[in-house]
Each structure stands twice: as structure tokens, then as C-alpha cells.
């Protein structure tokens, strides 16, 4: 069955120390990825997303994740965080399903930045 | 601006009404999703619709129901038969493409509270 886990519930950073957001997805085929981001209260806005090719990912906000298909991982890195980061972080595996384009997601991952 | 529009913001409901969430994108997209999140649970489907007049159950649709009169509105309709309708519900359009090139969108979210 297809499933996307998000190891980490809550992580805490410095502001202006590196983040690493860890994502694995089970998926019998090649998966399309995707990370969104959510701030309280608010909808979910696309940050990156891998189809295929380059398997290093470049999104807004200065983040990138990195397909690897052997580890079954598409992990979110941000070099410097910024307070402004701070929100709930979802990996989601597309695939077709019944003719349609079916998002499956992680539990979610909340960032917090200390000052 | 192209987007996705979702109304009211915060919805109150007493034990044993419906009600109905909107939700409109400009975005000329065919396909419409909705879901619900729940905390610690990520997003769950409710009901999708991949063409006008034309929607299918999700994963969760018991105690829901939904139209697709328009291309660009899909409202959901939480009935009396849902047992736990607090929550926060995200709509998404997407184009209909194949795979991950049908990357989902998602609007700013309706928060219903049963009083």
C-alpha cells in the first residue's frame, strides 16, 4: 500500500542553523513527490515538487529536497532558518488511482524557531 | 490574482444541522478535492470530482455529500449523519494531467466547530 511517513512530529532549530526535514514513502512505482507547507490556520502552500530528472529539487523560500530512490526519501533541507519558517511541514506521494491524481500525505511535521 | 477561494472561515454548527462549505478556483482547473484535517492525522479525502457533474467518495465520505454543477465551485455539505464534523477542511483543484504534473493547489481552509 502506498504510505508517506514523517519520522519527526515536532523539531526545534536555532534561527539561522540548517534544517533537515526527513520524509519516506512507500510507492511501487516511480513517485512523483511533493512538500507543502502550512502556517496556523491557514491552507497548504506547494514548496517543491520532484517528477523526475534532477533528483535535487530547488523550491521557494530557499528550501530543496533530494530524491533517493534506493532510501526511499525525499528529505527537505533548508541551510538557514529563518523565524518566518516556522509552521507545519507535509510530504505528500502522488499517484493514479481510479483515473484520478491521488495525494497521499505524512502525519505533518511542526517546526519550531527559536530566536 | 488566480486562486482558490473558500468561505465562510469559520463555521458554527449545532448538533443535528447541515451546513455547506464553498469553495471557487479560477484557475480553469477540472478536477476539484476535498479534505479534511484532523491533528496529527495529516489530510484525509473526502470527495473528489475529476469533471463537471461527475464526483467520487474518497476515503472518508460517510456523512458528506458534494456537487459539481460548475467547473468552478464545488461545495461540501456536512450533514447531521457525520459524528465528528470539528475540523478543518481544505479544498483543492488540480488540472487533470496525468500523474504529477496534476500538482494540487489548495485554498485556505474553512475551521467548522459543532457547538
Known amino acids: 500500500a502506498q504510505s508517506v511517513t514523517q519520522p519527526d512530529i515536532h523539531i526545534t532549530v536555532s534561527e539561522g542553523a540548517s534544517l533537515e526535514l526527513r520524509c519516506n514513502y512507500s510507492?511501487?512505482?516511480?513517485?512523483?513527490l511533493f512538500w507543502y507547507v502550512q502556517s496556523p490556520g491557514q491552507g497548504l502552500q506547494l514548496l517543491l515538487k520532484?517528477?523526475?530528472?534532477?533528483?535535487l529539487v530547488q523550491g521557494i523560500k530557499g528550501f530543496e529536497a533530494e530524491f533517493k530512490r534506493s532510501q526511499s526519501s525525499f528529505n527537505l533541507r533548508k541551510p538557514s532558518v529563518h523565524w518566518s519558517d516556522a509552521a507545519e511541514y507535509f510530504c505528500?506521494?502522488?499517484?493514479?488511482?481510479?483515473?484520478?491524481?491521488?495525494?497521499?500525505f505524512g502525519a505533518g511535521t511542526r517546526l519550531a524557531v527559536h530566536p | 490574482d488566480g486562486g482558490i477561494t473558500q468561505s465562510p472561515k469559520y463555521l458554527f454548527r449545532k448538533e443535528g444541522q447541515n451546513v455547506t462549505l464553498s469553495c471557487e478556483q479560477n484557475?480553469?482547473?477540472?478536477?476539484m478535492y476535498w479534505y479534511r484535517q484532523d491533528p496529527g492525522q495529516g489530510l484525509r479525502l473526502i470527495y473528489y470530482?475529476?469533471?463537471?457533474?461527475?464526483?467520487q467518495k474518497g476515503d472518508i465520505a460517510e456523512g458528506y455529500s458534494v456537487s459539481r454543477e460548475k467547473k468552478e465551485s464545488f461545495p461540501l455539505t456536512v450533514t447531521s449523519a457525520q459524528k465528528n464534523p470539528t475540523a478543518f477542511y481544505l479544498c483543492?483543484?488540480?488540472?487533470?494531467?496525468?500523474?504529477?504534473?496534476?500538482?494540487?493547489?489548495f485554498g485556505p481552509g474553512t475551521r467548522l466547530t459543532v457547538l
Open positions: 483543492a483543484s488540480s488540472s487533470r494531467r496525468r500523474g504529477g504534473e496534476g500538482t494540487q493547489y
Open positions: 505528500a506521494v502522488g499517484a493514479l488511482s481510479g483515473g484520478y491524481n491521488k495525494l497521499i
Open positions: 470530482s475529476q469533471i463537471v457533474n461527475d464526483f
Open positions: 520532484y517528477f523526475s530528472g534532477d533528483t
Open positions: 510507492y511501487g512505482a516511480t513517485p512523483y
Open positions: 484557475l480553469n482547473h477540472d478536477a
